[in-house]
Each structure stands twice: as C-alpha cells, then as structure tokens.
C-alpha cells in the first residue's frame, strides 16, 4: 500500500505546472496621483501533459480607495508566446467557491497590514488564453502601471502569481502552481492630508476607509500603541464633530449610552455608528468629514491624533 | 486486489441501473408560493465580509411586510431603503427578486434576496450597498412570531 502512496505522491509531482515568482522591481519613489510602474519577474516551467485554454493571473495588494482595477494598465512580455496585455478577472470567476481577491485574502492574508478592511487584492488575468504543452519553460515579465490615489499612503505590498487552470490547488504540495509574497512597507508622498498608514497600528482607525455618510462607520481606540492619558480609564466615549457640506457643524460631544465605546478585538474599544442618525442630519445634507477625540466619562481627558490634542479627522472618500 | 476489482465490476451495473432510475422517476414538485408578510427583525448584519452584529444595535430595526405589498420600517438603520412604501416580487412563485418603491419616490429599488430555512424559521438574506458601492452589507432577517 505504501509503495501506490509513494507513487502517487511522485506521479503528482511529476505533473506540476509550477510558476516562479522570482522578484518585483518596485519604484524607489511613487507620488500620490502619478503613474508608477512595477515590474514581476515571473518564470513557468509546464512538467506534465500541457494545458490548455489556461491564462496566467497575477494579483496586488492595494489600498481600496485606489480603485485599482480599473485604475492599472498591465502587460507583459514573454520569451516565446509573445506579447499582450492583463485585464480584471470578472467577479464571475470563482476559485475554492470564492472570487479571485476574496480567495486570495482567505488563503494568503495581507500581509501584515493594519485595518486591512481598507485594502484589497486586485487580480487580473492574460486577455488570452494559451496552450502549454508540457515541457515549456519561459520567462514572463509582468509590467504594472498603477496610478495611486490622492492620499499619502503606506502599506505593505503583496503579489501573487498564479494560473487560471490550476487554481490555488495544493494538490500538488503548497506554493507549486501559485506563488505569493510579500514585502516591506512602501511609502506613496507628495499627496494630500495626513498619511494613512497601514504598516503600523494606529491609536485611532476608522473602518471601512471608503465610505459614505450611510455607512455603518466602526471607529476604534487601541491603547496598546501609546500610553495616553485614557490608559487604564474604565468607559472611553467619542466626542464628535460632523462637517457637512452646506457648512453645518454638528457636534455630538456627550458621554451618554450612545457614545460609549463597546470591546472590540483583543483591548480595543470601538464605536459603530450610522452617520446619518449619529449626528441627527437633515434629509439633503451630506456630511464630508468628521474630527472626533476620544474622552474619559467627565469629558475631561481627551486624547486626539497622535496623542496630541489636534483632533483625528475622517474624511468621507467614495469613488 | 483481485477481490475489489470483482466488486467494482459487480456495483457499476448496480450504479448504471441507479442512475436510470432516476431518471425515469421524474417527479414534477410545484413550487410553493413564498409569502414574506409579517415583521422582521436583523439577527446577523455583515459588513465587507465583518460580523458587526454586535458592534452596534440592531435589535430595534423593524420591517413589516404586509399581504397587501405595502412595508413599513421601524428604527430605521442603513438598508436597502429608508421610506416606507409598496414592494413587488417579480414571480411571486419564485421570489427571489424584490423591489422596492418608497413614496415620493419614482424609481423603485430592486436587489436578490435569498430565503433559507435556518432552525426550522425562515430567513431572509439581503445584500446591498446603502453607502458607498465598495462597501457591502449582508443582513439576515428573521420573521418575529405574530
């Protein structure tokens, strides 16, 4: 019986249509708004019988209000099948039940990130499909013109190489026919506002990151960060100011049932709020920002951006 | 060895003979009409694939359908809509489309729901974006005994 099992296992591998993920070129420097380019050095090396019909899908990690997908330019070059370029793989397409970027945020994570709610994968595919018989071997560079948003950013990238005919299967032992990595913190300057920063934890971050005054809208406190003066305070409550577009200020600034943060992951405290029933707003007001501290219960001891007493400022951002 | 293999040969005439039997034993199931009337209260709400059924108060929000396809909504919270108004199932038969057209209003709002049986009760799966169209909410409804 051992010896089918061994031969199996040896059959299997001998199959494996395994794609290499042997570096990214990222840019030194990438600016908020301007086009920046990064290259993957890919390889295949098809050691079975061939597909066929297969498209090669690379994926990036992304921060969500980039809109990526539709924002990137993808192409690449190959030794011997030519040239093209990528589009989006459709939300039709599942693989492990799930489309493309939710299955590769299920398997693979991101990267150690923060509020990781905020970013995205964003996977596309050859815009034809080829035959591979088996045997080939050849290089593929994958050029990504991606245009970030306006915002100052840092995040951890990730990427990810992969086939449309084989999946994320394991069945040929983990990271055979997929590759993905990840690497350190990159930086996007130049941009408007304070840097929104995925790479280390914030006292304060406000899930999702896009989102509308109809959204639910969780704000959260860690206290592990930064000593502040809430350390140790029993009850922590949002003080908040929402700006709304015809130049009201609504302030809901009471320590109240309403306004006390709930436990939320490990020692973090949050507040889910409607924005819209929050700040009691009117029907056709729209709100653009909110500037909120968090408070003891006297209202006394407050604690804002950076632990600074400049208050922290969400921004209403949907593209 | 020899023996399975003898099995195999002996099952798969058995299996062949399954597999036409089904075929032949079609029986035709009219699908029930799906009444949705009554009132409805969220018992799971997900937002981008994040349980947040407790991070905020749920438990106030109310839909009424009624049989006249007239709804009401109590405590109103982020949703597909935010007036009260009438609602239309495309096939009543098979309603897995509805919309909805609040007063004062002219364009209804139409989405899919799904409608499972969860512990013996039936559920309603919404899925919509009240806000902005990247973020996506998931609200399973439970129909409170009349």
Same mark, same amino acid.
């Given at each position: ?319 | ?56 108060? %749920? $438990? ?10 007239? !709804? @009401?909504? #109590?405590?109103?919270? /982020? ?46 799966? %919404? $899925? ?10 998931? !609200? @399973?409804? #439970?129909?409170?005994? /009349?």
């Amino acid at each position: 019986m051992k010896n089918y099992t061994y031969g199996i296992v040896l059959f299997l591998l001998l199959l494996a249509g395994c794609v290499f993920l042997d570096g990214v070129d990222e840019p030194s420097a990438a600016k908020a708004g301007e086009e920046m380019t990064i290259t993957m050095h890919n390889r295949i090396d098809v050691a079975d019988g061939g597909r066929t019909g297969v498209r090669l899908i690379i994926g990036f990690l992304a921060p969500k209000s980039w809109a990526a997908a539709a924002n990137s330019t993808i192409t690449y070059t190959t030794t011997s099948y030519g040239n093209g370029k990528m589009v989006p793989v459709p939300s039709s397409v599942l693989v492990g039940g799930l489309p493309w970027p939710a299955a590769l945020k299920n398997r693979f994570g991101m990267g150690g990130n923060y509020m990781t709610d905020n970013l995205e994968w964003v996977v596309f595919w050859t815009d034809q499909a080829y035959n591979v018989p088996q045997g080939v071997k050849d290089k593929i560079d994958v050029t990504m013109v991606i245009k970030p948003g306006p915002d100052n950013i840092q995040f951890k990238t990730g990427y990810f190489l992969g086939t449309s005919s084989d999946g994320l299967n394991d069945v040929f032992g983990s990271n055979n026919v997929y590759k993905c990595m990840f690497k350190d913190c990159f930086s996007i300057t130049d941009g408007q506002g304070d840097i929104i920063d995925f790479c280390n934890p914030q006292i304060a971050a406000v899930s999702p990151g896009v989102a509308t005054d109809n959204d639910f809208l969780t704000l959260s406190f860690d206290p592990d960060v930064v000593p502040t003066a809430l350390n140790g305070v029993g009850n922590i409550y949002l003080c908040a100011k929402g700006y709304t577009s015809d130049g009201h200020i609504l302030e809901v600034c009471t320590q109240t049932e309403t306004s006390k943060l709930k436990s939320y992951t490990g020692n973090k405290s949050a507040i889910t709020i409607w924005p819209r029933s929050y700040f009691n707003m009117q029907e056709g007001q729209t709100l653009e920002k909110i500037e909120y501290f968090f408070t003891d219960a006297t209202g006394t001891v407050k604690v804002g951006f950076s632990n600074t007493a400049a208050p922290f400022v969400y921004t209403f951002k949907c593209q | 060895m020899m023996k399975s293999r003898f099995h195999i040969c002996l099952l798969m005439p058995i299996l062949v003979l399954f597999i036409n039997s089904c075929h032949r034993n079609e029986i035709l199931v009219p699908e029930p009409v799906k009444d949705i009337a009554g009132e409805w209260r969220i018992v799971k709400a997900v937002r981008n694939g994040v349980d947040i059924t407790t991070l905020t108060d %749920f $438990t106030k929000f109310r839909i009424r359908f009624t049989t006249d396809l007239q !709804y @009401t909504i #109590e405590n109103p919270l /982020p949703f597909i809509v935010s007036k009260n108004g009438s609602y239309a199932l495309d096939d009543p038969k098979y309603p897995f489309r509805i919309s909805f057209s609040q007063t004062g209003i002219s364009n209804p709002v139409s989405t899919t729901f799904t409608y499972p049986v969860v512990n013996g009760k039936r559920n309603i799966n %919404f $899925t919509f974006s009240p806000g902005c169209a990247a973020n996506t909410y998931d !609200y @399973t409804l #439970e129909r409170l005994n /009349p």
